[in-house]
């Protein structure tokens, strides 16, 4: 709430794990943002689910899916996956099913963005250094010393950072143009015209 009260506007897309606390707070703050369900989580999640004896052919399954590039591609996998063992490990099934809209909203984003939106990591990779350092430091830190020992090490971490890919299609995002697939609705348009055109 108070992020909002700050003047933090709603963002196109949220990603996130399982964490309830989080899609609850979301949804009532910023009903507007999409949400991603985290692949890497969900597969960790799912794979739980399932006896070692099958993870293995389990987990490409799982990779078909968010590694598709298209969503209609995605769809019958997650379709495969659940015939294959929805019958003798319900848990995993479910555990995959249920979150079903969120794990392919990457889609309709741009497709240069994927990579950095199908999951937390980018982000989690970025704090772990700060949880680390922290972590070993709680009893010995004021609150006001603690936020100042999390910007100097976000500081130092950010010397690393690469840019966003497809950074050029921000602003599409931001003024809301459709992206199909991973590519702007009026490319499609305009390739599925040019292949008619060549073909009549």
Sequence with gaps: MSLRERGVKAAKLAVGDGGLGFWSALAEV??????????????????????KSVQSEARPMLY?????????????????????????YPKAAECLARDREELFAFYD?????????????PIESTFATIRLRTAKTRNCLSEKTALSLVH?????????????????HLAD?????????????????????????GTT
């Design 173 to 197: 995002v931001i003024t809301d143009v459709r992206f199909i697939d991973g590519v702007n609705e009026k490319e499609t348009g305009r390739e599925a015209a040019e292949t008619q055109d």
């Design 30 to 51: 910023y009903p507007e943002t999409r949400a991603q369900r985290c692949w890497v989580h969900k597969t960790a999640n799912v794979l739980d689910k399932l006896p």
């Design 109 to 121: 984003f741009p497709a240069a963005h994927w990579r950095s939106i199908r999951t937390t990591n």
């Design 152 to 168: 100097q090490l976000a500081m130092s971490a950010e010397k690393r950072w690469g840019w966003l890919s497809g950074l050029r």
């Design 64 to 88: 078909e899916m968010w590694g598709a590039d298209a969503r209609e591609r995605a769809e019958k996998a997650f379709e495969r996956f659940l015939a294959t063992w929805e019958a003798k």
